[in-house]
């Protein structure tokens, strides 16, 4: 393994990349500094944030480099959303994909991003609001939703950590 490459939008995602290198001691970049400091077919962690339920800069850094893992961060509860994830971000089966939960606060997104989320905060936020039988995960999406969350912790990385040091 060479390296960890991560692409953010608000910082979770650089936060949790930080964090796995410190556990594993590979050095992290992001994708633009990967281009010019990690060779073509280099294998690497990547970690990438969802949106829409795909993780973004994917397919770009599969172009240059040979993914061997990666880390979904999104709003949703570390470990869930993985098949919905897989299959819009087309990730080979071989690969393994853990999701993290990230930290949420709509007004740290760029570009496009930022309406978007505080439309869907709008809007499903109230759905889930009224909703009488939340389950604990809508809960905590509806908390997260009204009063933002940081929700980067170093003990989601256990699973990927898992699998690193199984394939070291």
Same mark, same amino acid.
């Given at each position: 393994?060479?390296?960890?490459?991560?692409?953010?939008?608000?910082?979770? &995602?650089?936060?949790?990349?930080?964090?796995?290198?410190?556990?594993?001691?590979? $050095? /992290?970049?992001?994708?633009?500094?990967?281009? *010019?400091?990690?060779?073509? +077919?280099?294998? @690497?962690?990547?970690?990438?944030?969802?949106?829409?339920?795909?993780?973004?800069?994917?397919?770009?850094?599969? *172009?240059?480099?040979?993914?061997?893992? @990666?880390?979904?961060?999104? %709003? +949703?509860?570390?470990?869930?959303?993985?098949?919905?994830?897989?299959?819009? &971000?087309?990730?080979?089966?071989?690969?393994?994909?853990?999701?993290?939960?990230?930290?949420?606060?709509?007004?740290?997104?760029?570009?496009?991003?930022?309406?978007?989320?505080?439309?869907?905060?709008?809007?499903?936020?109230?759905?889930? /609001?009224? *909703?009488?039988?939340? &389950? $604990?995960?809508?809960?905590? %999406?509806?908390?997260?939703?009204?009063?933002?969350?940081?929700?980067? *912790?170093?003990?989601?990385?256990?699973? @990927?950590?898992?699998?690193?040091?199984?394939?070291?």
């Amino acid at each position: 393994m060479n390296a960890i490459i991560y692409t953010t939008n608000t910082g979770s &995602t650089e936060q949790y990349a930080g964090l796995l290198a410190e556990k594993i001691g590979l $050095p /992290a970049y992001s994708l633009a500094e990967a281009r *010019k400091a990690v060779p073509n +077919g280099a294998e @690497v962690i990547y970690l990438g944030w969802i949106m829409a339920g795909n993780v973004k800069g994917f397919a770009d850094a599969a *172009k240059h480099c040979n993914i061997r893992a @990666v880390c979904a961060v999104g %709003m +949703g509860r570390t470990g869930t959303q993985t098949e919905n994830v897989r299959k819009k &971000t087309a990730i080979p089966a071989g690969i393994p994909l853990v999701t993290l939960q990230g930290n949420f606060n709509v007004k740290k997104l760029h570009g496009i991003y930022r309406p978007m989320m505080e439309l869907m905060v709008k809007t499903v936020g109230k759905s889930l /609001a009224e *909703k009488s039988d939340r &389950t $604990p995960e809508e809960n905590d %999406m509806l908390d997260m939703m009204r009063c933002g969350g940081e929700r980067v *912790k170093a003990e989601n990385l256990s699973a @990927v950590l898992d699998w690193y040091n199984s394939h070291k």
